[in-house]
Structures are given as structure tokens and as C-alpha cells.
Nanobody, 120 residues
């Protein structure tokens, strides 16, 4: 499974960005999809996740500002980020727990990451 993320960039504080992540490959099913981020000098952390049944989970730091959604038919997950703050600056990584035609086992897959920079 390959995950291709897009939508990162530079934005001023208070602005918005929307990240997209498309999953490609011999996919049988995708369970949970999510976004993680890592800022310089900080640990990798979960931003938001969404199950195939649309149950969502958010980090406390992004609740009420970020919205995760997915288009199951397209194996795509989105992250709408509003009211961005300088502390949101990080590389954002897409994640998917997916099974494939290879062996039907569910594994975690990661995208290459997309940079989000929020200026003050």
C-alpha cells in the first residue's frame, strides 16, 4: 500500500489548510486512517484518526479546530485544519491500517509526510 499526501504549505496564524491522503495498491480493506505529526525536537504524535465506520478521535490540542473525514470509495482521508497556530508547525504523516490481496493481514502503512508551517 502506498500513501500519497498533499496539501501542506505555509500559512499565517489563523489561516486554514486541507490535507489529503490517497491510498493505492491491492487493497482489500482499510480500517483506521489517520494523521500524525512530528515537530522539530518533539515526539511523533497522533493528530486525528477515523475508522471505516466514521468514528473519530482527536488530540486535545486540535479539537474544535481540525476535522478529519474520509471517502471510503476512494481510499482517501482528509484533514481540514482551521485556526492554525504556530505550534501546529510540523511534518504531517498519513497512516492507514489496511489489508491487501497479498495475505489479507492488516498492517500499518505510512506516507512520506507533508510539511505544514504556520507563521506568527
Amino acid at each position: 500500500v502506498q500513501l500519497q499526501a498533499s496539501g501542506g504549505g505555509l500559512v499565517q496564524a489563523g489561516g486554514s489548510l486541507k490535507l489529503s491522503c490517497d491510498a493505492f495498491g491491492s487493497i482489500v480493506a482499510i480500517n483506521t486512517m489517520g494523521w500524525y505529526r512530528q515537530a522539530p525536537g518533539k515526539e511523533h504524535e497522533l493528530v486525528a484518526s477515523i475508522t471505516s465506520g466514521a468514528n473519530t478521535n482527536y488530540a486535545d490540542t486540535v479539537k474544535d479546530r481540525f476535522t478529519i473525514s474520509r471517502a471510503n470509495a476512494k481510499n482517501t482521508v482528509y484533514l481540514q485544519m482551521n485556526d492554525l497556530k504556530p505550534e501546529d508547525t510540523a511534518v504531517y504523516y498519513c497512516n492507514a491500517a489496511a489489508s491487501t490481496l497479498v495475505d489479507f493481514l492488516t498492517r500499518n502503512y505510512w506516507g512520506m509526510g507533508t510539511q505544514v508551517t504556520v507563521s506568527s
